[in-house]
């Protein structure tokens, strides 16, 4: 696997901006407010998504950030080849939302308080993204 993990900053609106932090399993973005999340949303699976939920046999906080199980990731929602280049967001003024993009589609909407955000590529609601209804 490319090696692109970390964090990066994506956007800015205000006092809020947009990173998306990359690990070896799982990529999410968070919106920050004087470096707190104030919300975060998974984006999608960099390895092999588990069919068991992690955060249900989770043994420590540090285990997190967990990559989403089966029975909520859709089309989309595994993917080991993006990297940080393949991702772009921007804040939409009419719904107060961070767009987060992969290669110019949107993936998830964000915004101050969203634990978890909405997520295109979930197709059920959990702990780690909200269903967006297209």
Not at 112 to 133: F, Q
């Amino acid at each position: 696997m490319e090696s692109n993990l970390g964090v990066w900053r994506l956007a800015t609106h205000l006092d809020v901006e947009l990173t998306v932090e990359f690990t070896e399993k799982v990529a999410y973005a968070y919106v920050r407010r004087d470096n707190a999340i104030v919300g975060d949303v998974w984006l999608f699976n960099r390895g092999a998504t588990p069919t068991i939920a992690p955060w249900k046999v989770a043994r420590s906080p540090s285990d997190a950030p967990f990559m989403n199980s089966a029975d909520y990731v859709g089309p989309g929602g595994e993917d080991r080849i993006s990297t940080i280049n393949n991702l772009s967001a921007r804040f939409d003024e009419r719904t107060n939302d961070f767009e987060v993009r992969r290669d110019g589609v949107v993936i998830a909407l964000l915004a101050v308080g969203d634990k978890p955000g909405g997520s295109y590529l979930a197709v059920r609601s959990g702990p780690l993204a909200v269903t967006i209804e297209e």
